[in-house]
């Protein structure tokens, strides 16, 4: 996709696939998750679906991945053409540029972009609770059970300290993804 035209209408149409892809989550992508491949899904019925992680997997990577589409796409545009030629006038095969050149030079970008996803993935929290409401897989449902319990028994003081640990960790997350973007951004002008 990168090495094609950039203003083709296959690099267009899949950049634009990938922008809505990306937005559709939460209740809505739960739902039709439960719908298509749910225990009485539409096309297949799924016992899998609910053992975690494997269901809570599919639904997120469903719009992690176009969001990474977007997200790394500018990074992979930055490589020049002439490191790559240069690269082959100089003898080195494909691996050996991926190896040298264009992965040391994408990697600050690749991990800042993981980074920026897990902190999107930590707060993706109306999909994990349509998906599977019961069971929290992941600190915002914590936070959640914590404060409202259907017995009556909530504990304000463990949603306050779970709440804190989520604001610390996007915290350092965030400002590790600032540095590698910073540092991708020297490169790749």
Not at 178 to 184: D, G, T
């Amino acid at each position: 996709m990168a090495s094609g035209n950039p203003d083709g209408v296959v690099r267009r149409l899949y950049l634009a696939i990938s922008g809505v892809l990306a937005q559709f989550g939460g209740v809505t992508l739960a739902f039709a998750f439960l719908v298509l491949v749910g225990p009485v899904g539409l096309l297949f019925h799924a016992s899998w679906y609910y053992e975690f992680p494997w269901g809570i997997t599919l639904i997120y990577s469903y719009f992690q991945i176009p969001l990474m589409v977007l997200v790394f796409m500018p990074a992979i545009d930055g490589l020049k053409v002439q490191w790559r030629e240069a690269s082959e006038n100089l003898g080195a095969s494909a691996w050996h540029y991926w190896r040298y050149i264009g992965g040391p030079l994408l990697a600050p970008a690749f991990v800042g972009a993981t980074l920026l996803l897990f902190a999107n993935a930590l707060s993706a929290f109306a999909t994990a609770v349509a998906w599977e409401n019961q069971i929290a897989y992941i600190v915002p449902q914590q936070i959640g059970v914590a404060l409202s319990s259907e017995v009556g028994l909530s504990n304000v003081n463990v949603a306050d300290l779970l709440a804190l640990g989520m604001v610390i960790l996007v915290a350092i997350v965030m400002t590790g993804y600032a540095l590698l973007q910073r540092r991708a951004a020297r490169w790749l002008r």
